[in-house]
């Protein structure tokens, strides 16, 4: 049904009134983008600045529908126009939203073909507070050593005394911060140096002020990276390749007379740019204003000799580190509210600072970072990061056969999730494709509750890939399609070192599991993994209902260790000779292969 959908919209295109089926060998891009698998669907596909694309059949065309807000920004309004979405004017008949984030609850109105630009529970790390106490907390559990990546913070007035002890013993003798726990754009922030400059009965955080910053041209600056979580189940985090490096106005001195000079101590955009001597870049590649592309800063850093990439790679664990303090929160409340796993992706704007040393410090979350394009840097930087966080998000293309071929906007999520069990039709392969763990058979949930029980031995999940259910199957191709698509936004997590992170789960997810082991078996030969990979695809293994690859199924023992009954015939274990197809991208790259190990002996084969 997938293959007769693609089918489909391939015809209309080249048959479109407009004749553009004609003009695609002069360089026009096809307006979505097909899966590196076989039997597979298609997502949109999301254009450069310059890139011409052809156009949908009416068909499509009527379907592609954008819930805007009050405050979706230009540059994604620019971005889905190029592909033909246009605002909607009906309640729930649209693709996509760029707007405030939603209590957890509005999340339940989502419907299969919705995606909405946050998770339920990201103020876990979005808010100041929650993100020193989530922080915090990690550093009692494991250590300050792993976690020494953000200032001292006390939140007052709950932690009043405790502030006040170490004030007294230290702090008299340090600056200090102010900051509201839930503000942005420099609103309510100050640097004190003085116990009664401190609000007592306002809720605000208190950080200890990093005041040895790493100065060009005698000016303090700090980061906007761009990171992007396209999954929290499986947790995939992109960081992109390109950010802000913003500038404070005025000379940085270390002087306690200086403090109220917000120019000298503050970076933010909303603050500086009030300044009379802010100079704006209107030239992307630019160093002789108040505010570069990261890009420049590291070929800025690079000509003075400093290791760049090991600055990168601190920054990277920084960021994986932090995100993971929220995975508990927002898996459980995405699992409490959002039916599809396709509907909900992030994107996040963290701020850091270097100190004199160039070591990173993380100094805030963003959840809505600001998309606003004042300058040119801010256009080419912006433009580039929305596309490409569209293209990997993957907004599904309307089916053109039926009007009823995509649930009815009227339909409530359980009802639709209910029907999976019956129907075989196109949006229930396309709907099992784009969520993991949607309807899933006994089978593959005790294969989910072998590997929950024992996640953290090392030699046994070693094994999750040896035989791959259905379910297995969509979400390895999902995630190899995804980062086929990514653009320049580079993969973080999971990489062939993330394994070193999977002990700052509060328990490790099945999906992150799989995802971690399936790239370091194929590490040295990813082409083999993808040869399996489509192999299946062929055979639309995929879309199979039940069951797990080799015919096996998981049973409990009653020692509560799962059992594999296993046949003799394996369609994936077959040696093939065959290309894994046509398609020219690359999939992703794996980990460092490890030595693969048998299933131990709680893993008994049942001839």
């Not at 994604?76 to 004017?89: D, F, M, Q």
């Not at 106005?249 to 007379?257: G, L």
């Not at 290309?579 to 690359?586: I, L, Q, V």
Request: glycine share 4%; with cysteine.
């Amino acid at each position: 049904a997938v293959v007769s959908t693609q089918s489909a919209i391939t015809a209309g295109i080249a048959t479109t009134d407009s004749g553009l089926g004609s003009d695609a060998d002069l360089g026009f891009h096809a307006p979505y983008t097909q899966s590196l698998f076989k039997n597979n669907p298609s997502v949109l596909y999301f254009p450069s600045e310059n890139e011409k694309l052809l156009k949908f059949p009416r068909s499509i065309q009527r379907q592609l529908k954008w819930k805007m807000s009050n405050i979706t920004p230009n540059v994604v309004k620019n971005v889905i126009a190029r592909v033909g979405l246009t605002p909607s004017k009906k309640k729930k008949e649209w693709c996509g939203y760029w707007g405030k984030h939603m209590k957890a609850v509005s999340f339940r109105n989502l419907l299969p073909f919705h995606k909405v630009n946050h998770f339920p529970g990201t103020f876990e790390i979005g808010r100041k507070d929650k993100l020193w106490k989530n922080l915090h907390r990690s550093q009692l559990k494991y250590s300050k050593k792993e976690y020494d990546f953000i200032p001292l913070t006390f939140c007052l007035p709950t932690e009043w005394k405790t502030f006040k002890r170490y004030w007294d013993e230290h702090g008299h003798k340090s600056k200090w911060i102010i900051k509201p726990p839930a503000s942005a754009r420099g609103i309510g922030i100050k640097v004190i140096h003085k116990l009664n400059q401190i609000p007592k009965k306002r809720s605000i955080i208190i950080q200890k002020y990093l005041a040895s910053p790493y100065l060009i041209n005698e000016r303090k600056f700090d980061l906007r990276v761009y990171v992007y979580v396209s999954s929290y189940d499986p947790l995939r985090i992109y960081v992109y390749n390109n950010g802000l490096v913003r500038f404070a106005t005025s000379k940085y001195s270390h002087s306690s007379k200086s403090l109220s000079n917000r120019y000298a101590h503050l970076t933010n955009y909303s603050v500086n740019k009030n300044s009379d001597s802010y100079i704006k870049n209107e030239d992307e590649s630019s160093i002789d204003s108040h505010k570069w592309g990261i890009t420049s800063l590291w070929r800025y850093l690079e000509i003075g000799g400093v290791d760049v990439n090991a600055i990168k790679a601190k920054i990277n664990a920084i960021i994986i580190k932090t995100i993971i303090t929220s995975v508990a929160t927002v898996t459980s409340l995405s699992k409490a509210n959002c039916t599809y796993r396709h509907t909900c992706h992030e994107l996040f704007g963290f701020d850091i600072f270097l100190d004199q040393n160039l070591k990173p410090w993380l100094i805030e979350v963003n959840i809505s970072p600001s998309l606003h394009t004042s300058s040119t840097l801010d256009k080419h930087i912006k433009y580039g990061l929305v596309r490409d966080v569209f293209n990997t998000a993957g907004y599904m293309v309307p089916d053109p056969n039926t009007k009823s071929s995509r649930p009815s906007a009227t339909d409530s999520p359980k009802r639709i999730s209910t029907q999976l069990n019956t129907e075989q039709d196109d949006i229930s392969d396309r709907l099992l494709y784009f969520n993991p763990g949607l309807s899933l058979s006994t089978d593959e949930k005790f294969k989910h509750s072998a590997f929950a029980q024992r996640c953290w031995d090392a030699n046994f999940i070693s094994t999750i890939t040896d035989r791959l259910t259905p379910d297995d199957a969509r979400v390895l191709m999902k995630f190899e399609d995804e980062v086929s698509r990514s653009g320049d936004l580079e993969l973080i997590f999971p990489t062939e070192s993330s394994s070193k992170y999977l002990k700052y789960f509060a328990h490790p997810n099945y999906y992150d599991i799989l995802l971690l082991q399936w790239r370091k078996k194929y590490a040295k030969d990813p082409q083999k993994g993808f040869t399996r990979l489509q192999k299946m695809a062929e055979n639309k293994f995929q879309f199979q209902r039940g069951g797990a690859q080799n015919g096996s199924t998981w049973l409990r023992r009653t020692t509560h260790k799962p059992v594999i009954k296993t046949s003799t015939v394996s369609m994936d274990t077959k040696r093939t000779n065959e290309k894994p197809g046509e398609n020219t991208r690359k999939p992703a790259h794996f980990t460092k292969k490890e030595k693969s190990t048998d299933c131990d002996s709680a893993l008994i084969p049942l001839l």
